[in-house]
């Protein structure tokens, strides 16, 4: 069964420093792996996407995930992070074949000034 | 173009009463999705419709959970005799298709507090 995990519930960072929130994920086919970030009563706003193909991802607002198949981790990344970005960030899954987004139970990104 | 949109954006109901929520996908897009947010909590999986079928309602939690869609456009979730541990926000999601690498996008959600 496909699962997505989210190891941190908060991280972290103050601000114009380089961010990271960890993702791993476990399928049995090949993964299609999905940032979202959720902003106070607000909805999931889409940012990035891997389908296939560079290990790198660039997606909206600057941020970037990297696909690393052999450690199954698809960790969310910022050069230098704004205080605009905090936020709730969800990672999630979808296996070839399926109909359905797995998710993460999110980690809460808090940019301090 | 306009995004998914959902209504009522917030609903307060008793104990015992039925509710539907609405939800309007892209224009276009041929798949739907509702997913639940419990508080604090990543979002659980409800049902698929790919146009007016759904092929997945395996994550209705209940029999007092039902779905349907309509013109391949607007979808509604009914919950009958709503409890309080339905108490969640409801989000809905559209795709332009139904495989498993096209974006599913989110609308802001009903929030459904059940006294």
């Known amino acids: 069964a496909q699962s997505v995990a989210q190891p941190e519930d908060q991280v972290n960072v103050a601000e114009g420093n380089p961010l990271t929130v960890k993702c791993t994920y476990s399928?049995?086919?090949?993964?299609?792996l999905f940032w979202y970030v959720q902003y106070p009563n607000r909805g999931l706003q889409f940012l990035l996407k891997?389908?296939?193909?560079?290990?790198l991802v660039k997606g909206s607002y600057g941020f970037e995930a990297e696909f690393n198949k052999s450690q199954t981790s698809f960790h969310l990344k910022k050069p230098s992070a704004l205080v605009s970005d905090s936020a709730l960030y969800f990672c999630a899954v979808r296996e070839g074949n399926t109909d359905k987004l797995i998710f993460g139970t999110g980690t809460r990104l808090q940019v301090f000034p | 173009g306009a995004g998914v949109s959902q209504s009522p954006s917030n609903k307060v109901t008793e104990k015992g009463k039925d509710v539907e929520l609405r939800c309007d996908p892209i224009s276009g897009h041929t798949a739907l999705y509702w997913y639940r947010q419990r508080l604090g909590q990543g979002l659980e999986f409800l049902i698929y419709f790919q146009g007016n079928s759904a092929p997945d309602k395996s994550g209705l939690p209940s029999d007092r959970f039902s779905a349907e869609r309509t013109g391949e456009s607007v979808s509604t979730l009914t919950i009958q005799r709503t409890q309080q541990e339905d108490s969640a926000v409801y989000l809905c999601a559209s795709s332009l298709g139904g495989t498993e690498t096209d974006t599913q996008y989110f609308g802001p959600g009903t929030r459904l507090t059940v006294l």
């Open positions: 891997y389908i296939t193909g560079d290990n």
């Open positions: 399928v049995s086919g090949n993964p299609y």
